[in-house]
């Protein structure tokens, strides 16, 4: 089951929501196959096809942008296959094209993504389950 946050910037009113955690469809990397880059599709494909999947883990992470100081809402995945090979796919900032990493900061302490402006705010209705 997952959860969800909501962030609203008081600066601009800009409303971000965050997913956390696992949902459902889940168990199977090719359930939820298109919310990946298209280069991660390909080689979620390419490992399925030639290798025997040992394991695979996935849920909705928050990953921030270092150079932007900007959060944002992906899956995490980890495929192990091939006797311990991982595979991770690779996230990009949308605004600066820079890796994006796991983080580990409170939502409300990056920058607003609208305007730019350090006054981030948790929405009171915090968790949400969405499946
Ligand atoms: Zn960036
Ligand atoms: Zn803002």
Same mark, same amino acid.
């Given at each position: 089951? +997952?959860?969800?946050?909501?962030?609203?910037?008081?600066?601009?009113?800009?409303? !971000?929501?965050?997913?956390?955690? *696992? +949902?459902?469809?889940? =168990?199977? *990397?090719?359930?939820?196959?298109? @919310?990946? #880059? $298209? +280069?991660? %599709? !390909?080689?979620?494909?390419?490992?399925?096809?030639?290798? @025997?999947?040992?394991? %695979?883990?996935? =849920?909705?992470?928050?990953?921030?942008?270092? *150079? &932007?100081?900007?959060? /944002?809402?992906?899956? /995490?995945?980890?495929? !192990?296959?091939?006797?311990?090979? *991982?595979?991770? #796919?690779?996230?990009? &900032? #949308?605004?600066?094209?820079? !890796? $994006?990493?796991?983080?580990?900061? %409170?939502?409300?302490?990056?920058?607003?993504?609208?305007?730019?402006?350090?006054?981030?705010?948790?929405?009171?209705?915090?968790?949400?389950?969405?499946?």
């Amino acid at each position: 089951m +997952g959860s969800g946050k909501s962030i609203t910037c008081e600066s601009c009113g800009d409303k !971000k929501m965050y997913y956390l955690g *696992v +949902g459902f469809a889940f =168990s199977n *990397v090719f359930n939820i196959i298109d @919310q990946f #880059p $298209l +280069g991660a %599709q !390909k080689k979620i494909k390419y490992i399925s096809s030639f290798f @025997q999947i040992e394991r %695979q883990d996935m =849920s909705y992470e928050v990953f921030e942008c270092r *150079v &932007c100081d900007t959060s /944002h809402s992906r899956i /995490h995945l980890s495929i !192990k296959y091939n006797n311990g090979m *991982v595979y991770n #796919p690779l996230y990009r &900032c #949308p605004e600066c094209r820079r !890796k $994006l990493f796991k983080s580990k900061r %409170q939502l409300q302490n990056y920058k607003c993504r609208r305007c730019g402006k350090y006054s981030l705010k948790n929405s009171k209705t915090k968790f949400i389950i969405w499946d």
